[in-house]
């Protein structure tokens, strides 16, 4: 996937074109199973080793668990009362470290916990923590949360990006807040992060992986990766006299039908919730996940968002669970839930989820009203926890482990003496330590093939970060020495080039060379994207539907800005650039409209005739 400078007449898709670099070559040493966060840092890291590795996503990149995300990069100060030290030690150094390395994508997130009590939960809190059961929900005071806060402190001592917590009485946290219940005692502010753009964060992880497989000398390099492409069986049948390897599995284009076989020595599998079928497919069942749903809702409430003063809110309702209000750009996301996810079903935002965040908004904002008609988007998704029995749901695990097996050769390979393939089944894993359990398991692949690691990734730049201005004089000095206000038909005034700027990072200097190199028009629909933007992505970012766009490359669906003219406007310019004709095209736009509206809770009405 890397950039590219074609016209923008029709010609494959980099997305057939990948699908043709596995095909062409159905053999690497690792094969990963899973485009999420966690399957894009593993791709990385062993590109970066000098490892043949193959990705592949049954979906869209990030389509998943990634994509559904609270969009926070975070210690977990929750996961204290859970005894899970490690965990929040290694979260918060990670967040340190993204906000250094992903500078583009991660930023500082003032967060503000309203606190109704002071002693309350000092005798519930032990059993919790002894027994990881919920119990009557007795809602944490200001010395418990007090405690919490310094321990995070201290954890977060070495290398800390971020300010030390304040607590604040309840006459000043008023005056900073005013729209807070003015039944709170305390308001305590401490520092984590946030990831206004996972989608992309997770597309610039798996473009530095492809680019460090260029060169390599390997038809199609050393890298390799496609999205819709999905594992559905083993394949015993092989016959690769030069392998022999029991590591032969049966790949399906999503988009095509067309099915193919593909070898590794080692397979990794990073399906999040779906593990256990994954390992299915690969005649090997299993029972390691057992998935909780989190539901989320983005409101366009100008009301509610100034409310927030520019924080995060953060604090326990009524129930036990922990739940936020999030102010992102001009929009305001509210989650999360926590329930059993029952995978026969489609994860989505139930009316029930909806009225929970509702009431939780009353709980902390009382004089504020939110009303259905003010919700622009709504997601969810399930988190790839493991399977967790009787254990209640928000003292589930959210650490990861790694579960090896082998895969006996058989049918022709076996009878040419082929060896085992090794399969490390990732469960758990979170947003936040993406790049160290990343680490943590190209370590265990390098140790199966009996390699070393020979590049670190703890400071190297991701993307867009690399060269990213560090403060906001020096992000305005950017956009200057990238505008050319002259040039009315590419408008690459100050306005745009901020927005390029904060879609792609510095990277946006390679979108912003192809924006100049052709003709230029900007969409009658949406003053964000124009003609040459849409051709850049179509010819560099493996767009595989019309919905990619909307949800993935882009954040309008995110902010209710999908309008019928916009799927028009974006269907004729990609069906130009990837050889839709008229079926394909307006098929697309249906289908955009049948995810918006199934997964997310959007109607667009459609213009197509």
Same mark, same amino acid.
């Given at each position: ?405 082998? /895969?006996?050769? !058989?049918? *022709?390979?076996? %009878?040419? #003496? +082929? ?5 490390? &089944?990732?469960? =758990? ?23 070393? /690691?020979?590049? !670190?990734? *703890?400071?190297? %730049?991701? #993307? +867009? ?5 560090? &403060?906001?004089? =020096? ?135």
């Amino acid at each position: 996937m890397g950039y590219t400078s074609n016209s923008g007449s029709a010609a494959e898709s980099p997305r057939r074109t990948s699908v043709s670099a596995l095909r062409e070559r159905p053999k690497a040493q690792v094969l990963i199973i899973g485009g999420g966060i966690n399957g894009v840092g593993t791709f990385r890291d062993l590109a970066l080793q000098g490892v043949d590795v193959a990705l592949v996503e049954r979906g869209d990149y990030c389509q998943g668990a990634s994509g559904a995300s609270s969009h926070m990069i975070h210690g977990g100060i929750r996961y204290l009362e859970n005894g899970e030290f490690r965990l929040v030690q290694e979260s918060v150094v990670e967040r340190n470290r993204l906000l250094k390395i992903a500078p583009h994508y991660v930023k500082p997130l003032q967060t503000t916990i309203p606190i109704f009590s002071t002693f309350s939960g000092i005798l519930s809190a032990p059993t919790r923590f002894l027994t990881h059961k919920q119990g009557k929900p007795k809602e944490r005071g200001a010395f418990l949360i007090k405690l919490g806060l310094s321990m995070y402190d201290f954890f977060s001592r070495d290398g800390g990006s971020v300010p030390r917590h304040q607590f604040r009485g309840r006459e000043r946290a008023l005056a900073e807040l005013p729209r807070l219940h003015p039944g709170i005692k305390y308001a305590a502010t401490y520092f984590d992060a946030s990831v206004h753009n996972p989608e992309r964060l997770t597309l610039d992880v798996l473009q530095d992986g492809e680019k460090a497989g260029i060169g390599s000398g390997l038809p199609g390099g050393s890298a390799r990766a496609s999205n819709y492409v999905s594992l559905i069986s083993n394949d015993p049948a092989s016959t690769d006299t030069a392998a022999g390897s029991a590591g032969a599995v049966v790949l399906r284009d999503e988009l095509t039908g067309e099915e193919f076989s593909f070898q590794a020595d080692v397979i990794v599998n990073t399906t999040g919730a779906w593990v256990d079928l994954t390992n299915e497919a690969m005649g090997a069942a299993s029972r390691f996940m057992g998935g909780t749903k989190g539901s989320h809702i983005v409101l366009d409430h100008p009301e509610l968002l100034a409310a927030c003063g520019g924080r995060e809110i953060f604090f326990e309702h009524t129930d036990g669970r922990i739940v936020l209000i999030y102010p992102m750009g001009d929009r305001v996301l509210v989650g999360t839930t926590d329930v059993e996810a029952d995978m026969a079903q489609d994860a989505v935002c139930t009316e029930a989820e909806i009225d929970y965040f509702f009431d939780l908004v009353g709980h902390v904002f009382p004089s504020i009203t939110v009303e259905r008609s003010q919700i622009v988007y709504s997601f969810a998704g399930v988190r790839p926890l493991p399977r967790h029995d009787d254990t209640q749901p928000g003292f589930v695990s959210r650490d990861y482990r790694i579960e090896r097996s082998t /895969r006996e050769a !058989s049918g *022709a390979a076996a %009878a040419q #003496g +082929g060896k085992a393939a090794v399969v490390l &089944s990732l469960i =758990g894993g979170k947003w936040t330590t993406f790049r160290a359990l990343a680490e943590h398991l190209s370590n265990d692949v390098l140790r199966e093939l009996g390699m070393e /690691r020979k590049v !670190s990734t *703890a400071k190297l %730049a991701i #993307g +867009g970060g690399l060269g990213f201005p560090d &403060s906001e004089d =020096g992000i305005q000095d950017w956009v200057k020495k990238h505008m050319a206000p002259a040039n009315v038909e590419q408008g690459l005034g100050a306005d745009r080039v901020s927005g390029l700027l904060t879609r792609y990072g510095t990277r946006a200097e390679d979108v912003i060379a192809y924006l100049k190199a052709g003709e230029e028009r900007k969409l009658r629909s949406t003053n964000e994207l124009s003609v040459r933007e849409l051709e850049f992505m179509a010819a560099n970012e493996q767009i595989g539907h019309l919905v990619d766009v909307l949800i993935r490359r882009t954040s309008l669906a995110f902010r209710g800005l999908v309008t019928g003219e916009l799927l028009n406007e974006i269907a004729e310019v990609l069906a130009a650039r990837l050889g839709w004709d008229a079926a394909k095209r307006e098929a697309e736009i249906h289908h955009a409209q049948e995810v918006l509206l199934r997964f997310h809770g959007v109607t667009v009405h459609s213009l197509v005739a």
